[in-house]
């Protein structure tokens, strides 16, 4: 994973508490096997009225989407982050995400933050009045930045660890091989093996 | 010092722990299917790396199977996508139920009723409603494709420890209140995110006097509350469900497990982070009208008032406005399934509600079972003439129009009685409504062909 310390970009807004994942992208584009080229089905069924937010010309070229809270509750599919940045977004803002929602997105290098609410809903207002307002989501730093503006966020250390350095979780747990072995010699006999 | 059934749990799985970095747990099952898992194994393969424990892995096909016609019926897309699961399977050793086959069905369905699915245990799926298996007292919840990928190469997941929440529910169940109206009642009062960062354990003299199916329905949709689990301490309910099952231990063995099994309760004196009470006496059937499950209702009632943008949004896409009685709501589809609803007691539930009955003429109704083996057990004792004598479809085991990967799909505008987990906007096919409700509250929506207090017909 290519590390991620800070995005700076204009700002996208979807004002909607409660954002589900078959919302992010519909249940007919998960056949793929390859983890991209889900960018075109972002929100299929929202995009199409055409006065869905993401499709205001202003808003395109945004790399950082501001959004309700719970965001991407539902389905476990990291195909919904992966649409996300295959759309060109580097960094979302909400006042809550769904717990498997959160994990999918530094696994996939997004950097998904959390403020309070009124502070998403000045970002919301910000970027409703003036389209080309830019925001920097500083991981190092754990701020939000713009113009007139510094919020500070907190985020999972060790998350923020591996986004920043780039780091292969797989790579790190396998490190462990010596306790992971000592685990398996100490489980119950009679716990479940599948048998083929 | 005294701990909680999830802090037990979570502490017999750890590998290693250390300051500042999440824990690192050990998973004793890991179940796998074919949509959330090719770019899992695609990744092992780029490294050159290989899947550390099949022997405590299982993959099933069952998000995007066909429930009738057989495997060719389905499209190129998801073709690809089991041949592609069979494949990763064969190369690296991993157990596949696959489609035809004898065991083959939804992976939340299969794992207990083969015994998989055991008290004490850590177990994961790409999916989000893994949270069913924390009937049996495991600890078990859903992960992405990453994580799958994670799990396959080292059967272990690094996981930042999680908040304790209880839910107590108190109170013999009112006739015609299921399982389903229980979780569907708390959510209605927790909303769809109060769980979040939580590991909930379900409790109380309700709970000690559910089936292992009714448990596994509230545990199934503790996600839709935003819980990271759902569990519920095993009694003796839970072993005599297990006892004999093919993967249960057995002989000497068994006394053995049964012993450790009871230590997976809650100490007297554990504390938990939140709790919360419900009275189950007062429990009506529930419904919902909205595009969450946390948009629900007893169908005593009326469709309410919106309080908030995303009610009146809700409102707009289900066409309802506020003030319509329930029973007033017509239904143009009924779907019996699900990993939340299609197990043999469920379909025993439906079935008693519509036999000697017939679905509504302008009605189309579908059972699909949660497994091929409830299936047979349901053939067995007769359930599915009941259901194809009402003029219900009775098909192959998947999880179907749940979430309508697979050709089970309702047109834009169809109206659904539906006994799955989720009413988001297009979860059963574009443009499509969903009402969820329990089984026989489905049974009866399909007779009457509109949303329908079950009590009325039993």
């Known amino acids: 994973m290519e590390p991620v310390k800070r995005v700076t970009g204009r700002m996208a807004p979807l004002d909607r508490a409660d954002v589900d994942t078959d919302q992010i992208i519909p249940k007919q584009f998960l056949k793929r096997i390859e983890r991209t080229g889900y960018g075109p089905f972002l929100f299929y069924d929202w995009r199409q009225a055409p006065d869905f937010a993401l499709n205001r010309p202003e808003y395109q070229g945004a790399s950082v989407l501001v959004t309700g809270a719970n965001f991407g509750c539902g389905s476990s599919r990291e195909h919904a982050p992966w649409a996300i940045r295959d759309a060109g977004y580097r960094a979302i803002i909400s006042p809550s995400f769904a717990d498997i929602f959160l994990a999918n997105c530094y696994k996939t290098g997004l950097l998904a933050v959390t403020l309070p609410e009124g502070q998403v809903r000045h970002l919301i207002d910000l970027v409703s009045e003036d389209p080309t307002a830019e925001v920097t989501v500083d991981l190092e730093s754990q701020q939000v930045r713009g113009e007139a503006f510094a919020y500070r966020f907190e985020i999972d250390a060790f998350a923020r660890d591996c986004l920043l350095g780039g780091l292969d979780e797989i790579g790190l747990v396998e490190r462990h091989e010596s306790a992971i072995a000592a685990f398996e010699a100490r489980r119950d006999a009679w716990l479940p093996a599948v048998r083929s | ?458």
């Open chain 2, 1 to 458: 010092m005294p701990a909680t059934l999830a802090q037990k749990l979570w502490d017999s799985h750890v590998v290693r722990t250390s300051p500042g970095e999440p824990d690192l747990l050990y998973v004793d099952l890991h179940l796998v299917h074919e949509v959330t898992s090719p770019q899992a194994f695609e990744g092992l393969r780029l490294a050159g790396r290989h899947v550390r424990r099949p022997d405590l892995t299982l993959a099933t096909m069952d998000h995007n199977v066909p429930t009738r016609g057989g495997a060719r019926a389905a499209d190129e897309l998801s073709r690809k996508q089991m041949e592609v699961l069979a494949e990763n399977c064969r190369r690296e050793g991993i157990p596949l139920h696959q489609i035809g086959s004898r065991r083959q069905g939804i992976v939340h369905v299969i794992g207990p009723e083969l015994g998989l699915t055991q008290p004490g245990m850590l177990i994961v799926c790409g999916d989000s409603h893994t949270s069913t298996h924390g009937a049996f007292g495991a600890l078990a919840f859903g992960i992405g494709t990453s994580e799958v990928e994670l799990v396959l190469a080292t059967q272990c997941l690094p996981q930042t420890r999680a908040r304790d929440l209880a839910v107590t529910v108190d109170g013999e169940l009112p006739l015609g209140v299921t399982a389903k109206d229980v979780v569907l009642g708390l959510i209605g009062r927790t909303g769809t995110s109060l769980g979040q960062g939580h590991l909930v354990e379900y409790r109380g003299s309700t709970i000690r006097g559910l089936s292992m199916e009714g448990r596994m329905t509230i545990c199934n949709m503790s996600i839709e509350w935003g819980a990271k689990a759902g569990m519920v301490a095993p009694d003796d309910t839970t072993f005599a469900y297990l006892e004999r099952r093919p993967y249960a231990p057995r002989g000497t063995a068994w006394d053995g497990a049964v012993d450790r099994w009871r230590s997976f309760a809650t100490d007297s004196g554990a504390v938990y982070d939140q709790e919360i009470h419900l009275d189950a006496t007062s429990l009506e059937p529930h419904v919902t009208w909205g595009t969450n499950p946390g948009q629900v209702a007893p169908v005593t009632g009326r469709v309410p008032e919106p309080r908030s943008d995303t009610d009146a949004r809700a409102l707009r896409y289900m066409d309802l406005r506020a003030g319509t009685a329930f029973a007033d709501i017509a239904i143009d589809r009924v779907f019996i399934g699900s990993c939340t609803n299609a197990r043999l007691e469920d379909l025993r539930a439906a079935a008693h509600v519509i036999a000697g009955k017939h679905v509504h003429p302008k009605v189309r109704a579908m059972v699909v079972p949660g497994s091929t083996t409830v299936k047979r057990a349901a053939e067995e004792e007769g359930l599915d003439a009941i259901f194809k004598a009402a003029g219900f479809e009775w098909r192959n085991a998947g999880c179907s129009m749940c979430l309508g990967m697979n050709p089970d799909i309702l047109a834009p505008g169809e109206r659904c009685a539906s006994t799955s987990n989720r009413n988001f906007e297009g979860r059963q096919g574009a443009g499509g409504r969903t009402h969820l409700m329990s089984p026989p509250m489905a049974a009866a929506a399909a007779v009457t062909g509109h949303l329908v207090d079950v009590r009325e017909l039993i």
